[in-house]
């Protein structure tokens, strides 16, 4: 049981890592003993959350743009050229676009869809061999992939093309699931409601959280825990699943 939740000495690949969930994600692992790459586009953001999380732990940051095919490649042979296995991936790194129906535009359409949903299926594509060399039956390698509570309810933000992905990240997530499961890979989502971060920063926190059955925004032990627990030996008989991490306003609808 001591090392059922264990992921010590695992390799973990988090996308977005900079800030936001995805810093939380990192923080997380590498606080619980596991080498950790972030990879993010700005480079001043990305070096001073991994200068922070390299005091806790082991933690190495990889500029990366994934919203083009050549950016995903480039990431790819980034991991590559420092290790050989991976036995986590994080498809965190994400972008939003809100704008009313009738004037929705389609390169906000086009910048979500690439980034949230295509990007995220060719980087766990080109990643497969290193998920394959680190995955054995009695320890599963996992892709998470972060989707989003407004994947499974109605947004009152005008987010067409990102409720839109988010909800095409869990169909790919069970796909993923059921076609890797001989290769000892297990794909599992977890859908986040309130987090502080970049796209929650421009909303009303009040009225957020008025919305909340838990009373509060969610934390970094809950996004962390949540993950670690898809990331380690205790979650290997579940794969193609979708973990919705609320605080309870999906249950409240």
């Known amino acids: 049981m001591k090392s059922l939740f264990s992921v010590a000495g695992k390799t973990v690949l988090i996308t977005g890592g900079s800030r936001?969930?995805?810093?939380?994600?990192?923080?997380?692992?590498?606080?619980?003993?596991?080498?950790?790459?972030?990879?993010?586009?700005?480079?001043?953001?990305?070096?001073?959350?991994?200068?922070?999380?390299?005091k806790l732990g082991d933690c190495r940051s990889l500029i990366a743009d994934l919203s083009t095919t050549a950016?995903?490649?480039?990431?790819?042979?980034?991991?590559?050229?420092?290790?050989?296995?991976?036995?986590?991936?994080i498809n965190n790194a994400g972008a939003s676009w809100g704008a009313p129906l009738d004037q929705f535009p389609e390169s906000g359409w086009d910048k979500v869809m690439n980034l949230n949903l295509k990007s995220l299926f060719f980087l766990s594509q080109q990643l497969l061999p290193l998920l394959r060399r680190a995955a054995r039956p009695e320890a599963y390698a996992s892709i998470i992939n972060i989707?989003?509570?407004?994947?499974?309810?109605?947004?009152?933000?005008n987010t067409y093309s990102y409720s839109a992905s988010?909800?095409?990240?869990?169909?790919?997530?069970?796909?993923?699931?059921?076609?890797?499961?001989?290769?000892?890979?297990?794909?599992?989502?977890?859908?986040?409601?309130?987090?502080?971060?970049?796209?929650?920063?421009?909303?009303d926190e009040q009225a957020m959280v008025a919305e909340i059955p838990a009373g509060r925004m969610g934390r970094l032990e809950d996004i962390a825990g949540t993950a670690i627990y898809l990331a380690s030996t205790a979650s290997?008989?579940?794969?193609?699943?979708?973990?919705?991490?609320?605080?309870?306003?999906?249950?409240?609808?």
């Open 20 to 54: 936001g969930i995805g810093a939380m994600l990192a923080e997380g692992f590498v606080r619980s003993g596991a080498t950790v790459f972030i990879s993010a586009r700005k480079v001043g953001e990305l070096e001073d959350c991994c200068a922070r999380l390299a």
């Open 236 to 253: 290997d008989y579940m794969t193609g699943r979708t973990l919705a991490l609320d605080g309870g306003i999906l249950a409240s609808r």
């Open 71 to 89: 950016g995903v490649q480039a990431l790819v042979d980034a991991v590559a050229q420092h290790t050989d296995t991976l036995d986590v991936l």
């Open 166 to 203: 988010k909800a095409a990240v869990i169909a790919l997530t069970r796909q993923l699931a059921a076609d890797l499961q001989a290769d000892h890979i297990k794909v599992n989502a977890i859908a986040p409601g309130y987090f502080p971060s970049a796209m929650t920063a421009p909303l």
């Open 147 to 157: 989707s989003s509570v407004y994947a499974l309810m109605h947004s009152p933000l």
